[in-house]
């Protein structure tokens, strides 16, 4: 076992630190506090190579791996989550054409995303199921040359500003393939986006197919790929979202030792207080934990593993450990953690809302259960 970094990831890390830190500050308020999402970011996001870490430089990539990626989350996302979703779609999307797409459907989209001058949204949710697969109504009816798409997603981050989607929909024999479709077809449109608690600026809206055409060439990775796809594409994103949990944990526990460094009782720091270093030991034992689980996923996942298992395991656990150190950490701040002034009010709404995406804990635990050795 070997748990150092490599030169190459440790130098990557502090750069991407560096970089959250100067450009990303100054962009929280517009996100969380105006529910705005920051486009002049975008370019500097790619000049990071941050779009696209784990993939071939020939189609735009950085051409690092997946420690590096998981590295790069937990840096942005200890200054600014919501840009760390956005910038995990980036990866996630790659992905999807790198695995599945034509030699052209890579260089189409794949450059023009790590680029930043292409944004693609990936569309499973649907207004009556974000968890079972087999309850998918969206429709690709075989048409002539092409399929007629029609159904609803919902929740679907960047869509707003998507200039494509990749959508899971049923085929005529009720299998779920995956199709890319192209924001300007006629039918295509989204609807108003969400205001939610946390991962505010992010933008979460509906896309509506109504009798959306598309060319048979768009269907991804062959006809029938059952949840293949999807499995593999939620294994990325799990393990972006594990790393960003590490990021505001991270985050939480730094605002909760300096607050209570500065914050007296009578004549004398609370950080002094035996009630307090208890506090601030389990997060950060629980931070650690969560950190080197997430760390070890991406390890396997640089090793071709099936993780499927880990990644479920490594979701369920940084997750709810990272609600559990945000809770903490405001506690810490007494009354003044629940200010609109103090930065842990925000990371523990932003916290909350990892436990839903990419399959809600219940759906991992399923997953964890199902492939225990019996
Ligand atoms: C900020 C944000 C961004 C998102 N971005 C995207 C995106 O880009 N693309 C996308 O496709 N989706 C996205 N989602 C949607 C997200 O993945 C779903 O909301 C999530 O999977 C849960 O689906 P649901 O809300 O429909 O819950 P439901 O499936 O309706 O579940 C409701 C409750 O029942 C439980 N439950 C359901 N089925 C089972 C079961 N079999 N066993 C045990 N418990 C069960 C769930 O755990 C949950 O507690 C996003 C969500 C959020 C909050």
């Known amino acids: 076992m070997n748990f150092s970094l490599t030169e190459q990831q440790e130098m990557f890390q502090k750069e991407v630190r560096k970089f959250a830190e100067a450009e990303l500050t100054p962009l929280v308020d517009i996100m969380d506090k105006q529910n705005d999402f920051p486009h002049e970011i975008r370019p500097k996001l790619a000049t990071m190579n941050l779009y696209g870490i784990p993939f071939d430089p020939e189609y735009g990539g950085a051409g690092s791996d997946y420690v590096s990626l998981v590295l790069a989350m937990e840096e942005v996302a200890k200054v600014l989550a919501p840009l760390a979703i956005h910038m995990q779609l980036g990866n996630v999307t790659c992905d999807r054409f790198n695995k599945l797409g034509t030699e052209e459907q890579k260089k189409e989209y794949m450059i023009p995303i790590c680029e930043g001058k292409k944004v693609v949204c990936f569309c499973f949710t649907e207004p009556d199921t974000g968890s079972n697969p087999k309850m998918i109504k969206t429709t690709a009816r075989l048409d002539g040359d092409g399929y007629v798409l029609n159904g609803t997603k919902r929740f679907i981050t960047n869509a707003p500003f998507a200039n494509a989607a990749l959508i899971f929909a049923k085929d005529d024999e009720g299998d779920i393939s995956l199709f890319l479709v192209e924001a300007d077809r006629k039918g295509f449109s989204t609807d108003k986006k969400m205001d939610k608690l946390g991962l505010r600026g992010t933008e979460l809206s509906d896309v509506i197919l109504d009798d959306v055409r598309i060319p048979k060439e768009n269907l991804l990775g062959g006809k029938g790929g059952k949840f293949d796809a999807l499995k593999d594409a939620m294994t990325i994103g799990k393990m972006c979202l594990s790393a960003q949990c590490v990021g505001l944990m991270q985050a939480s526990l730094d605002e909760a030792i300096r607050y209570s460094m500065h914050r007296m009782h009578f004549d004398e720091p609370i950080f002094n207080l035996q009630a307090i270093h208890w506090l601030l030991a389990e997060m950060a034992s629980r931070l650690e934990a969560a950190r080197w689980l997430t760390y070890r996923a991406a390890f396997l996942k640089d090793q071709g593993m099936d993780t499927i298992k ?61 492939r225990l050795p019996r």
């Open 310 to 370: 880990d990644m479920a395991i490594t979701k369920l656990f940084v997750t709810q450990t990272a609600v559990d150190v945000c809770r903490w950490g405001m506690q810490v701040h007494g009354a003044y953690g629940i200010s609109k002034e103090y930065k842990i009010e925000r990371l523990y709404r932003d916290a909350k809302m990892y436990e839903l995406l990419e399959g809600t804990s219940e759906i991992q635990r399923e997953l964890i259960v199902k």
